[in-house]
């Protein structure tokens, strides 16, 4: 089993930066892909970030290239969002996954562990 517990979110103003982090539990945290999605109120969830169990592979929506990076921290069983250039439209709920697969994956569906979310808010 795998916990997941988002930080980081709250009020910006456009062009600002925020950086999310998720700490997580369990063992064998390398072995999981990690993920950041995030969700706006009346949209679907939408994958925002990815990175592989290692941390040598990233990948990134095209909404977010160049803006937001993704990183972890194997020894602290860690995973980071930073996100800066930050516009209105990036105004949701932002949660971190887990799957059990070194690889990235880019669908929500192939996630099998979810944190609560926390909230960022990009005011123009």
């Known amino acids: 089993q795998v916990q997941l517990i988002e930080s980081g979110g709250g009020l910006v103003q456009a062009g600002g930066s925020l950086k999310l982090a998720c700490t997580t539990s369990?063992?064998?945290?390398?072995?999981?892909?990690m993920g950041w999605f995030r969700q706006a109120p009346g949209k679907e969830r939408e994958f925002v970030a990815g990175?592989?169990?290692?941390?040598?592979?990233?990948d990134y929506a095209d909404s977010v290239k160049g803006r937001f990076t993704v990183s972890r921290d194997n020894a602290k069983n860690m995973v980071y969002l930073q996100m800066k250039s930050l516009k209105p439209e990036d105004t949701a709920v932002y949660y971190c996954a887990a799957h059990t697969a070194m690889w990235i994956a880019t669908m929500s569906a192939q996630y099998d562990y979810w944190g609560q979310g926390t909230q960022v808010t990009v005011s123009s």
């Open positions: 369990g063992r064998s945290f390398i072995s999981y892909g």
């Open positions: 990175i592989s169990g290692s941390g040598g592979s990233t």
